[in-house]
């Protein structure tokens, strides 16, 4: 919160030094956009998901059964004894949990394979990033998310992409 706030103050004091502003070149980088949207990047989420599509066709057959039987408990509700009411519903109640818990897993898998990617490019980044601040000569780069609206001729990730698909060929 409070490196928020000193990044907007620090903001709102450069726009209105026009001394400062004319001298100082100040740009707009998301990162983790950058790399995610880079060619290898892509290519290694492409793989990633490969790897995980066995246990997402998984997860999706399970949905389609536990699906069918709550279809067949509405259907033969009616001709259904008691017993056999609950025994099909704490077997939906156990495929909920079940497909509850494998989805979970998947997301916690596919965040993990985001991070070893973003962890694997981010060197790759810095080079490219130090080059774009020494050419450009860049004086501040601020994160979007610590702002309420840039223009996105100062947005410089869509640069970096290109650089990173350059260094990678």
Do not use: C, W
């Not at 990617?117 to 050419?135: C, N």
């Amino acid at each position: 919160m409070l490196h928020k706030l000193a990044s907007t103050v620090l903001f709102f004091l450069v726009a209105m030094t026009p001394l400062a502003h004319a001298e100082m070149k100040i740009v707009v980088l998301d990162p983790v956009r950058a790399i995610l949207e880079s060619d290898e990047a892509k290519v290694l989420v492409e793989a990633a998901n490969s790897e995980m599509q066995p246990d997402t066709d998984e997860l999706r057959v399970q949905a389609e059964e536990m699906q069918g039987l709550q279809e067949k408990l509405q259907q033969d509700s009616e001709v259904m004894s008691d017993s056999e009411k609950r025994k099909a519903i704490k077997e939906i109640e156990s495929m909920q949990a079940d497909l509850q818990f494998g989805s979970q897993k998947l997301q916690r898998m596919a965040q993990e394979k985001r991070q070893e990617i973003l962890q694997a490019l981010a060197p790759k980044l810095d080079v490219v990033l130090q080059d774009i601040i020494q050419i450009d000569q860049i004086d501040l780069i601020l994160s979007p998310g610590q702002l309420q609206y840039v223009n996105p001729k100062h947005d410089i990730s869509r640069k970096v992409t290109e650089k990173l698909n350059e260094q990678s060929e």
